[in-house]
């Protein structure tokens, strides 16, 4: 890909999950619950994931980088938290 075709921006979506429980027998984790990566897990069952991927502008691609499982009761100071940390994270990752 030429430069400017490697130009995205940011996008984040929200979609609605079945709240379910899983057991990651290789973490020793249940999976399910609410669980905002940097800001940690919550004890409350997950009901939506925030999915943040990123776009291209000039030409057509589209590539998830993250997602969180969250709650309709995600605030706004949370989700500028995640926002950030997806930022942060695709901007220090090293071109090719």
Same mark, same amino acid.
């Given at each position: %890909? ?9 996008? %984040?979506?929200?979609? /609605?999950? @079945? $709240? $379910? *429980?899983? *057991?990651?027998?290789? /973490?020793?984790?249940?999976?399910? *619950? ?6 940690? $897990?919550?004890? +409350?069952?997950?009901?939506? #994931?925030?999915?943040? %991927? ?7 691609? @589209?590539?998830?980088? #993250?997602?969180?499982?969250?709650? +309709?009761?995600? /605030?706004? @100071?949370?989700?500028? @938290? ?15």
């Amino acid at each position: %890909m030429n430069t400017a075709e490697t130009e995205s921006v940011l996008i %984040m979506d929200e979609v /609605s999950l @079945k $709240r $379910r *429980y899983t *057991y990651d027998i290789q /973490s020793d984790t249940v999976l399910g *619950y609410v669980d905002l990566g940097p800001e940690g $897990r919550q004890p +409350k069952p997950a009901s939506d #994931a925030m999915v943040f %991927m990123l776009q291209g502008i000039y030409s057509k691609w @589209k590539i998830p980088v #993250a997602f969180y499982l969250t709650r +309709k009761d995600l /605030s706004g @100071k949370e989700l500028e @938290k995640l926002t950030r940390a997806v930022l942060e994270a695709v901007v220090s990752t090293p071109q090719v």
